[in-house]
């Protein structure tokens, strides 16, 4: 049986590689020059492409603006692989209808598509000098995997109507310094940038992410760039699930030919998969961001310099995942941040002078591995070069939260101890002399040890006195250890003071116990006071 065919014909100035793909997009078939070596085929490499091999980006133009219409019984799509296309592919401000993808191809110059629309747009593997694409529009996918673009790639205000799939991309900075600049870009479901090398700023400041943005494996530079330039800068981010800064198993299998990206990326790498860590050298900033599952940081790494921050200042997450490698150089800032489950490690927190959380708030704590209180009395003070009671109280209300009274007493015990070190020399031995004898109230056994002690050895020294009466025939039987508990007890009146004479050194034992015996009081109603206010 006989194909039908339409009676459009192609221009007579088409190249017969040209009227090749004019056909292919006709049928919907892939158009493929490639020469099925690899090495010859890599879009990457400076090898030069045979002129059979090149197609017009004005005739790449003309079929998605204003192509003929399909065969009967096809539908109409531009599929090339092994194709290089020469001149600017310029679509400003089109609506490309049919499917494109395109697949190991070569651009000789940048792609336009600032205000496209498309439904589905894919390249894979194409080596790109510049996207540029503000404004773009898809009602499916964008897929930009394993291309390589020196140019930098620009997608501010993009809104794609699926998925955003650029793993494996390799891309550099444009002329402001920026490899991605993505602000304001709206993605429906997932943005996978797993495994992408990306050598710039990459900009997502406003985007929305409808459900998880992985960028697992990736390695993020923003080298050459002027001091303080951030590797991802992304304030104002909504991610509607979980944000992903984790490692990526990149699996030993080839890839298949038209296979779909990203190739043999595990998100949950088996034993003997060659792991590859996420890593950012230069600042992260997420600062006002807000993620509806979670912020996983597992297993990444941090490099900073002295000026940069990972910074996260007043982000919202059901839960924080720190548990990258500890910070060398730069700052933590989780300043405002509100966090349900703090998943940490005491090997993942930066030392004194690197973390800042002055108003962080998170209402569990979840340390993976060993975290006692003390390396995390360690971490609240790393925080807190200056004293600042807010840590220490959120992290005494967290742990009595969670049961474990004796620890917040501590922490808050601590925290009193820290406060003494602001306070004037008379306010500091007053604070040592609490912290001495009930520990500021926390530890109220103390008091009744150190009474006990001291009715002990006032009532051995009162025996060895027999003191004259006030009144002969007013006053009761003389009872030396009666006599130093009612000294030793405030306000309360056991009936043996006030009625004998001491007079010289027994004068001031007894001032004395009157003193201590008020000072112990003293402190324990405060620590009591605290519990009270506590409760």
Known sequence: MTEPQSDVEAPDWLSASELGMWQAFRNGITYDLSTRNPVLDDPMTARHWSPDRRVR?????????????????????????????????????????????????????????????????RMVGCSIPRLEASRL??????????????????????????????????????????????????????????????????????????????????????????????????????????????????????????????????????????????????????????????????????????????????IQVPELRFLGERPEHGKVVLSGAKVGNLVDSAASWPGPGGLTMNGFSYDNLVPRGQFPLALRLEW??????????????????????????????????????????????????????????VAYGYRPGRAAVWMAVLWAAGAVAFAQLDPAALKNAEHPKWSPPLFALDLLLPVINLGQEGYWVLTGGWQWLGAGLVLLGWILATTVAAGASRLLRRN
Request: aromatic share 4%; proline share 6%; charged share 20%.
């Open 57 to 121: 980006a004005r005739v790449v133009a003309l079929l998605l603006l204003n192509g003929p219409p399909a065969t009967p019984g096809r539908v109409a799509s531009l599929k090339l692989t092994g194709v290089q296309i020469t001149g600017t592919l310029n679509l400003a401000g089109g609506r490309v209808e049919p499917y494109v993808e395109l697949n190991r191809c070569r651009f000789e110059k940048e792609v336009q598509l600032p205000e496209c629309h498309f439904t589905t747009l």
């Open 380 to 437: 609240v003070t790393a925080a807190t070069p200056e004293y600042a009671p807010e840590p220490y109280e959120r992290l005494a209300a967290v742990l009595r939260g969670s049961g474990e009274d004796a620890d917040a007493r501590e922490v808050l015990l601590a925290k009193q101890r820290r406060r003494r070190e602001t306070l004037p020399i008379a306010g500091k031995l007053w604070g040592l002399l609490q912290d001495w004898t």
């Open 137 to 314: 529009r898809t009602q499916g996918d964008l897929h930009l995997p394993r291309c390589q673009v020196p140019g930098g790639i620009r997608l501010t205000d993009a809104q794609i109507g699926t998925d955003l799939l650029i793993s494996q991309i390799v891309v550099h900075q444009d002329r402001k310094g920026r490899s991605i600049s993505a602000d304001g870009l709206s993605v429906a479901q997932d943005l996978q940038a797993e495994m992408i090398e990306s050598h710039g700023e990459f900009s997502l400041r406003g985007a929305k992410v409808g459900v998880s943005l992985s960028l697992r494996g990736s390695r993020l530079r923003a080298p050459y760039t002027p001091a303080g330039r951030r590797a991802l800068n992304a304030p104002q981010l909504t991610v509607e699930r979980t944000l992903y800064l984790t490692a990526a198993g990149l699996g030993p299998q080839s890839v298949p030919l038209g296979a779909t990206p990203p190739y043999g990326i595990s998100n949950t790498p088996l034993h003997g998969t060659r792991v590859q860590h996420f890593a950012c050298e230069g600042g992260i900033r997420l600062d006002d961001g807000r993620f509806g599952d979670a912020v996983d940081m597992e297993g990444a790494r941090f490099l900073m310099s002295l000026g940069q921050e990972l910074s996260m200042r007043r």
